[in-house]
């Protein structure tokens, strides 16, 4: 069974432009995930996407946003970087059953400079 | 809202020591916990769940964690370090239904294993 594959690996942005990141959920699940981790900050939540819809989002702007297309795959975009977008950006995807692990993938450096 | 704490963001230990890593959380309803770790430049790993099912639950390379109720905690072991084992360990809970299967996590803690 593959993974959560996430695309690039590693993104190099100047402030103010923006950055799209990429992720593929384990086949037969249909809720995304992501997170921020930055240096110093921890794991913070960003957003939830569940059958095309964004469900709950975290405390950020925003310039942070995304979509999950049909095949539950999903998008993170970042308008008009700041240089403190600099993280790392984890995606993971879970089952609809309640409480079920998140599985994730191996991240998105993204660095703005 | 729940929340989880670490304690202690830095742990050193020796090769074949025992391995214990804090958690406590706070909940307002049974909560569901969850063990994670991270290797460098790589995403997050499960290690063990809890759910309910049973206080102390095994998981992967050897780890355990038991829920303590009236202590709030939910602390990781293993009885002997292993140098794969250096690597950064975070604590996880559940979010309520509204939040789907939304984690919460810990401040983490990084491990680092001495020969």
């Known amino acids: 069974e593959a993974g959560v594959t996430q695309s690039p690996t590693h993104l190099i942005k100047t402030r103010g432009q923006q950055a799209t990141l990429r992720c593929s959920p384990i086949?037969?699940?249909?809720?995304v995930y992501w997170y921020q981790q930055a240096l110093g900050l921890g794991l913070q939540f960003l957003l939830w996407?569940?059958?095309?819809?964004?469900?709950n989002r975290g405390n950020f702007p925003p310039r942070f946003s995304g979509r999950q297309f049909p095949n539950y795959s999903s998008e993170l975009n970042v308008n008009a970087l700041e240089l403190e977008d600099s993280a790392l950006y984890l995606c993971a995807s879970s089952s609809e059953r309640l409480n079920s692990p998140l599985h994730f993938g191996n991240g998105t450096r993204l660095t703005v400079t | 809202a729940q929340s989880v704490t670490q304690l202690g963001s830095h742990v050193s230990v020796s090769e074949g020591a025992l391995v214990l890593l804090r958690c406590n959380y706070s909940?307002?309803?049974?909560?569901?916990l969850f063990w994670y770790v991270q290797y460098p430049n790589q995403g997050l790993q499960l290690l063990l769940k809890y759910t309910s099912a049973a206080t102390l639950v095994k998981g992967i390379n050897g780890f355990e964690a038991e829920f303590k109720k009236s202590e709030t905690s939910f602390h990781l072991t293993k009885p002997s370090a292993h140098m794969s084992d250096a690597a950064e360990y975070f604590c996880?809970?559940?979010?309520?239904?509204?939040?789907?299967?939304?984690?919460?996590f810990g401040g983490g803690t990084r491990v680092l294993v001495k020969p």
């Open positions: 086949s037969g699940h249909t809720s």
């Open positions: 996407y569940d059958e095309g819809e964004e469900r």
């Open positions: 996880a809970v559940s979010e309520a239904k509204a939040a789907g299967n939304k984690l919460t």
């Open positions: 909940s307002s309803v049974p909560p569901y």
